[in-house]
């Protein structure tokens, strides 16, 4: 069974900084993995998708690594800045039938703040 | 404008009562899936469906229903069999183009229903 970690739970930073988060997963044996953010009370926002033959995804400030044989992800923000505050989720898909359907198993989250 | 649509944004419930959440896209995704969101934990699936008139059972489905009649709906019942509703729910759709195992693509996700029941 798939399962999925990211630490800190919550995290505040000073505006400017570059920062990391971490997703850790416990079944190698990915396809891909999605990086998401939620703003409060909102629905998910794709960020990055990475697959699993990818080391490296980039969108903008947003950086996502990908190590499957260590188990995990981490996205990096450079610069960041107070509109970067959100909760930011990773997800990975796994085989839920032998009809190859995917069940998503998400992380609990890391709250990011960044201070003016 | 492509996305996907969720009402009400909130929505209140009685005890006893039936309640149906909408999601509606217009991304033209074969695939589409109603989470559910409580705080401290991840988002867990409640149901899913490939295509038009078939779904699937996902890990919490107890005391929910959905159907699947048209591609771009894909409505949500709270039943009163479902003991503990109060919660964020979120729909999300993605596309089998064929170059993933189906159901292997990035998902995308509506601006949730945040339920409460009385």
């Known amino acids: 069974k798939q399962e999925v970690t990211q630490i800190p739970a919550a995290l505040s930073v000073p505006e400017g900084e570059n920062l990391v988060l971490n997703c850790s997963f416990t079944d190698s044996a990915i396809y891909n993995l999605q990086w998401f953010r939620q703003d409060p009370g909102k629905g998910l926002t794709s960020l990055l998708l990475?697959?699993?033959?990818?080391r490296e995804q980039t969108s903008g400030r947003l950086n996502a690594s990908l190590d499957k044989s260590s188990g995990r992800s981490t996205l990096y923000i450079a610069a960041s800045q107070p509109g970067d505050s959100a909760t930011y989720l990773c997800a990975v898909p796994s085989y839920l039938n032998s009809g190859g359907y995917q069940k998503v198993t998400f992380g609990t989250g890391t709250k990011l703040q960044v201070i003016p | 404008d492509g996305g996907i649509t969720q009402s009400p944004k909130y929505l209140f419930r009685k005890e006893g009562q039936n309640v149906t959440l909408s999601c509606e896209q217009n991304l033209n995704h074969d695939a589409m899936y109603w989470y559910r969101q409580d705080p401290g934990q991840g988002l867990r699936l409640i149901y899913y469906s490939q295509i038009v008139n078939d779904f699937q059972k996902g890990d919490i489905a107890e005391g929910y229903s959905v159907s699947r009649e048209k591609k771009e709906s894909f409505p949500l019942t709270v039943t009163s069999a479902q003991k503990n509703p109060t919660a964020f729910y979120l729909c999300?759709?993605?596309?089998?183009?064929?170059?993933?195992?189906?159901?292997?693509?990035?998902?995308?996700f509506g601006p949730g229903t945040r339920l409460t029941v009385l």
């Open positions: 999300a759709s993605s596309i089998d183009s064929g170059l993933a195992p189906p159901g292997f693509n990035e998902q995308f």
């Open positions: 990475i697959q699993s033959s990818q």
